[in-house]
Every structure is written in structure tokens, then in C-alpha cells.
Nanobody, 127 residues
């Protein structure tokens, strides 16, 4: 069983930065893909970034390209999301997710593609 715990969220001003961390326990290093999703009130949970097991493949949704960077440290069972140039529309709850079955990481963009979820961390960006 894999457990995911996010941290690093907070209240920041527009233009600021945050580094989100997802610490995984269990056989997390075997996860074929790790993703970060964002949920805002009234909207579907959307995938913002995905990273493959060996970190060779990474995906970013268009709205975060150039500002968000996903990385992972398999030795530490940790995935990170560096968020720069924050905007008010980045506000939401950020969830870490892990996929246990193989495939092309950049295609794992739906909630149903993932097997394990964290509890989320709140990011609030003030204008």
C-alpha cells in the first residue's frame, strides 16, 4: 500500500514561489508515474504535471508551462513541484497522485489514471 503526504502549501503573494513536496511511503519507488493535480471550487480536479518513474518524461498543462517544475527523488520516495511566478488563478488544493501500472506517463492526465492519492495541500495566491 502506498501512502502520499503533501506539504509546502501556503499563502503567498502573486509573483511568489512555493515548493510542494509529496512524501511517499510503501512501494512508491515502483510507481510508474507521479502526478500533481489541482482543484479549485466549482471545477474538476485537473492535472497540472506528471513525471515518469525514471523522470525522463514530464508533462505540464499549458497554463503552468515555464512556471512549474516537477521532479522526483526515488531514493527519498519524494516528488516535488516547484511553483514560480504564482498567479491568483493558481489558488487551489494541490494533490499528489501515484500510478501503479505501466504506460506512457504523459497520457496519465485523468483522475482515473491514478491509484493512490494524498490528502492535498492548500495553495492560496493573493493579488
Amino acid at each position: 500500500q502506498v501512502q502520499l503526504v503533501e506539504s509546502g502549501g501556503g499563502l503567498v503573494q502573486a509573483g511568489g514561489s512555493l515548493r510542494l513536496t509529496c512524501a511517499a511511503s510503501g512501494c512508491a519507488y515502483n510507481m510508474y508515474a507521479l502526478g500533481w493535480f489541482r482543484q479549485t471550487p466549482g471545477k474538476e480536479r485537473e492535472c497540472v504535471s506528471v513525471i515518469s518513474r525514471n523522470a525522463a518524461n514530464r508533462y505540464y498543462t499549458d497554463s503552468v508551462k515555464g512556471r512549474f517544475t516537477i521532479s522526483r527523488d526515488n531514493a527519498k520516495n519524494t516528488v516535488y513541484l516547484q511553483i514560480n511566478s504564482l498567479r491568483p488563478e493558481d489558488t487551489g488544493i494541490y494533490y499528489c497522485a501515484a500510478r501503479a501500472t505501466p504506460g506512457e506517463a504523459r497520457t496519465f492526465l485523468q483522475k482515473s489514471d491514478y491509484d493512490y492519492w494524498g490528502q492535498g495541500t492548500q495553495v492560496t495566491v493573493s493579488s
